[in-house]
């Protein structure tokens, strides 16, 4: 995957957080994920179509989802709330879509968001595409960025002088 591609979604949370929640972030050093379980109970995921394809996933521990949904939304909105997981899924929605606009050159769609509230739960993702993790910490608790995507235009690019030899 692009080094770009992870540094738009650091810039696109930090960015997020900063001017919605007046909540800065802190960035850990991205890794490359194993398995598919999620880290934490709260996932707000987000499909990639076009020319970068793939899955975004921004994963908050319960009491640090209802803080920042708190800080969002401007009251207490509990797990168990009907509002919560729209707060959520805007929160992906804005983070994703924020990347997507630095992905320069690059025609891609982002899907509505979906929710996912429970403990030990896990997001699938494409095949042969690493997913990496960046960490990030916030005054309301940990987040993290689950992206696996791929860039189709690259992977074309790159597999025609191939094809052409064979």
């Known amino acids: 995957m692009d080094p770009k591609y992870i540094s738009a979604f650091i810039k696109s949370i930090s960015n997020v957080f900063s001017t919605m929640l007046q909540l800065p972030v802190e960035v850990g050093e991205p890794t490359i994920k194993k398995?598919?379980?999620?880290?934490?109970d709260v996932s707000g995921i987000i499909g990639m179509s076009g020319e970068v394809v793939g899955s975004v996933v921004l994963s908050f521990p319960g009491d640090a989802a209802e803080r920042i949904v708190a800080i969002f939304t401007g009251e207490q909105v509990g797990v168990d709330s009907e509002d919560f997981p729209d707060a959520i899924g805007e929160l992906v929605n804005m983070v994703a879509g924020g990347a997507k606009g630095m992905f320069e050159g690059r025609e891609v769609s982002i899907s509505c968001p979906s929710v996912v509230v429970g403990k030990n739960h896990s997001v699938s993702r494409l095949k042969d595409v690493p997913?990496?993790?960046?960490?990030?910490?916030?005054?309301c608790g940990e987040v993290v960025i689950e992206v696996a995507i791929q860039d189709r235009k690259a992977n074309e690019a790159s597999a025609a002088p191939a094809q052409a030899s064979a």
């Not at 398995?35 to 934490?40: A, R, S, V």
């Not at 997913?131 to 005054?139: A, E, F, H, N, Q």
């Open 35 to 40: 398995g598919d379980e999620t880290p934490f």
């Open 131 to 139: 997913c990496v993790l960046i960490p990030c910490s916030t005054d």
